[in-house]
């Protein structure tokens, strides 16, 4: 199956390293960054779990939750948690998925249904698909997808630039321009229609054309 921005995230139950959960209750009224990996003990994916392990504060404060997924045992994130800690300097501090029978890589589109075989011997290469983000919002709705090559590491800071632009735009009728970051100015959306934005930004706005109309990040 395939998904798109819009769609309801699949729910499913789930062995973690810290419990069992059922994904929805899970996420409960928080946003949420659902990220995977094709193998535990991976060179790439070792980096960017110790990476997020250190970003967790900021996620905190956005109400923002972070679970992994490995196509390999509990028990073996467990083991690999020691190594991210020795070389990256934190062990993961969120869920991590055991997908051993590849149940959920195939529920979200990153495996083929076909997909089979020991999660033991299955190679990075066999996963090299499961490298996946979803950003997934309080309502279980997608709002980002990313899908990484196993050879480029993932931009986490990137990851946290749209989660601001996915909660600004959701509070207030704006777009965020090319390379916003939080505190610059905004677009006001293209729904709204120039009566109603005189009403919302009684100072006015920067057109430089009529369908770019620039106003002041809202607070």
Same mark, same amino acid.
């Given at each position: 199956?395939? !998904?798109?921005?819009?769609?309801?995230?699949?729910? !499913?139950?789930?062995?973690?390293?810290?419990?069992?959960?059922?994904?929805? *209750?899970?996420?409960? *009224?928080?946003?949420? @960054?659902?990220?995977?990996?094709?193998?535990?003990?991976?060179?790439?994916?070792?980096?960017?779990?110790?990476?997020?392990?250190?970003?967790?504060?900021?996620?905190?404060?956005?109400?923002?939750?972070?679970?992994? &997924?490995?196509?390999?045992?509990?028990?073996?994130?467990?083991?690999?948690?020691?190594?991210?800690?020795?070389?990256?300097?934190?062990?993961?501090?969120?869920?991590? +998925?055991?997908?051993?029978? &590849?149940?959920?890589?195939?529920?979200?589109?990153?495996?083929?249904?076909?997909?089979?075989? *020991?999660?033991?011997?299955?190679?990075?290469?066999?996963?090299?698909?499961?490298?996946? @983000? !979803?950003?997934?919002?309080?309502?279980?709705?997608?709002? $980002? +997808?990313?899908?990484?090559?196993?050879?480029?590491?993932?931009? !986490?800071?990137?990851? $946290?630039?749209?989660?601001?632009?996915?909660?600004?735009?959701?509070?207030?009728?704006?777009?965020?321009?090319?390379?916003?970051?939080?505190?610059?100015?905004?677009?006001?959306?293209?729904?709204?229609?120039?009566?109603?934005?005189?009403?919302?930004?009684?100072?006015?706005?920067?057109?430089?054309?009529?369908? &770019?109309?620039?106003?002041?990040?809202?607070?």
């Amino acid at each position: 199956m395939t !998904f798109k921005i819009g769609d309801t995230a699949p729910d !499913f139950e789930a062995q973690t390293t810290q419990g069992r959960i059922r994904f929805h *209750d899970w996420i409960g *009224d928080s946003w949420c @960054v659902f990220f995977s990996h094709p193998k535990d003990f991976t060179p790439v994916c070792t980096t960017e779990l110790g990476y997020v392990a250190r970003m967790k504060p900021e996620f905190d404060r956005r109400n923002v939750k972070l679970i992994g &997924l490995s196509v390999d045992a509990v028990d073996n994130h467990a083991k690999w948690a020691a190594d991210i800690e020795e070389t990256q300097g934190a062990a993961p501090n969120y869920p991590m +998925i055991g997908d051993t029978d &590849l149940s959920i890589s195939k529920l979200y589109g990153m495996l083929p249904a076909s997909a089979s075989g *020991d999660a033991n011997v299955r190679t990075p290469a066999d996963n090299l698909t499961v490298r996946n @983000v !979803f950003v997934i919002g309080p309502d279980k709705k997608i709002k $980002l +997808i990313i899908v990484y090559p196993m050879t480029t590491g993932r931009n !986490f800071d990137e990851v $946290l630039r749209v989660i601001d632009s996915l909660q600004l735009t959701a509070k207030h009728r704006v777009a965020t321009p090319v390379n916003w970051t939080p505190g610059e100015d905004v677009i006001i959306a293209g729904s709204v229609s120039d009566e109603e934005a005189k009403k919302i930004y009684p100072d006015g706005w920067t057109a430089p054309k009529p369908y &770019l109309r620039i106003v002041p990040q809202p607070r």
